[in-house]
């Protein structure tokens, strides 16, 4: 699993029970605030593992589900950007076709004791702070 860099001690919060995170299928949303301002974020499981991010696509900074919670394209291997069609890796968020200028933003999960926490940064906090 993939950590942001956080030189301050992040704090887990919890987002969800492992069970209620299904592989491939609807992502589970969260709340928070990026860089002073308030966003959402989303969880999802590709290949067994919990991938997080901003949601916001990378061409042009809005949410990117095409329905509530959903983000992977018809062949569940791809998140995709309903506004755009940019594409992007599960895994790491990286750009893969469409009009993107970079990736996603990862951040940061850990799955423990069947819950999955998310972890703040210093740019990203939680908005019950």
Known sequence: MTFLIDPEPSQAIFLCHSSELLERAEAVPFDLVYCGRNARGFA????????????QCAHVPMEM??????????????????THGALYSPKTGKCWGGPCRSGLIKIAVSERDACIYWHTAPHLKSLAF
């Not at 999802?44 to 949601?55: D, K, P, S, T």
């Not at 589900?65 to 309903?82: E, G, M, S, V």
Request: negative net charge; contains cysteine; charged residues 15%.
């Open 65 to 82: 589900d095409y329905q509530p919670n959903q983000f992977f394209d018809t062949t569940a291997q791809w998140l995709i950007c309903a």
């Open 44 to 55: 999802i499981r590709f290949e067994g593992q919990v991938h997080a991010y901003l949601n």
